[in-house]
């Protein structure tokens, strides 16, 4: 009787502890999961704002004194930012599309394709350092709208960066 006692109960406290053992194992698994996406996540949001930085720089027109215009419009007889930006720059955010907020993808797709118009406004393969900056100037306002809309985005995607349920559930994922 004693023996039945002692291996019931050891049974049982084997399934208990067999019980814990799996919820605590599939605990770790979803919070390691949810660190994962978390880590993608701010990597996406930092190639975001890294560009943000890019796109802000602005000098002074020496076409338009007084006037400013993005710095991708500032070339010289070699090289050509805007085209530097669109196939450097920009593919690397575009890269973690999935990791961002449907609001900020469909924000930085509107830039891309306007910056892509622009850039193919001049069908010469290499346009001189003039013709970008009349670009630069003639497209700054527009340009200068998409970025803040980005800005207050990613302001607005930031304060809910860690919420990763309804990240999963507003995703590409579904």
């Given at each position: 009787?004693?023996?039945?006692?002692?291996?019931?109960?050891?049974?049982?406290?084997?399934?208990?502890?067999?019980?814990?053992?799996?919820?605590?194992?599939?605990?770790?698994?979803?919070?390691?999961?949810?660190?994962?996406?978390?880590?993608?996540?701010?990597?996406?949001?930092?190639?975001?704002?890294?560009?943000?930085?890019?796109?802000n720089?602005?000098?002074?027109?020496?076409?338009?004194?007084?006037?400013?215009?993005?710095?991708?419009?500032?070339?010289?007889?070699?090289?050509?930012?805007?085209?530097?930006?669109?196939t450097?720059?920009?593919?690397?955010?575009?890269?973690?599309?999935?990791?961002?907020?449907?609001?900020?993808?469909?924000?930085?797709?509107?830039?891309?394709?306007?910056?892509?118009?622009?850039?193919?406004?001049?069908?010469?393969?290499?346009?001189?350092?003039?013709?970008?900056?009349?670009?630069?100037?003639?497209?700054?306002?527009?340009?200068?709208?998409?970025?803040?809309?980005?800005?207050?985005?990613?302001?607005?995607?930031l304060?809910?960066?860690d919420?990763?349920?309804?990240?999963?559930?507003?995703?590409?994922?579904?």
């Amino acid at each position: 009787m004693d023996s039945q006692i002692i291996i019931t109960s050891a049974a049982t406290a084997a399934l208990i502890a067999g019980g814990f053992n799996w919820f605590f194992r599939e605990f770790d698994y979803r919070y390691d999961y949810k660190k994962y996406i978390l880590k993608r996540r701010q990597e996406a949001y930092q190639e975001v704002e890294r560009n943000l930085i890019i796109l802000n720089r602005t000098v002074f027109s020496p076409l338009h004194p007084g006037q400013q215009v993005h710095e991708i419009f500032c070339a010289d007889k070699h090289t050509n930012p805007l085209e530097h930006y669109l196939t450097n720059e920009m593919s690397k955010v575009l890269e973690g599309r999935i990791w961002l907020s449907h609001g900020m993808l469909l924000r930085l797709v509107n830039l891309n394709k306007l910056l892509l118009n622009i850039s193919y406004e001049d069908p010469t393969p290499s346009p001189t350092p003039e013709s970008l900056y009349q670009r630069g100037f003639r497209y700054h306002q527009q340009i200068s709208l998409h970025i803040m809309e980005l800005q207050l985005q990613l302001f607005n995607d930031l304060k809910s960066l860690d919420k990763i349920r309804s990240f999963k559930k507003n995703s590409f994922f579904n």
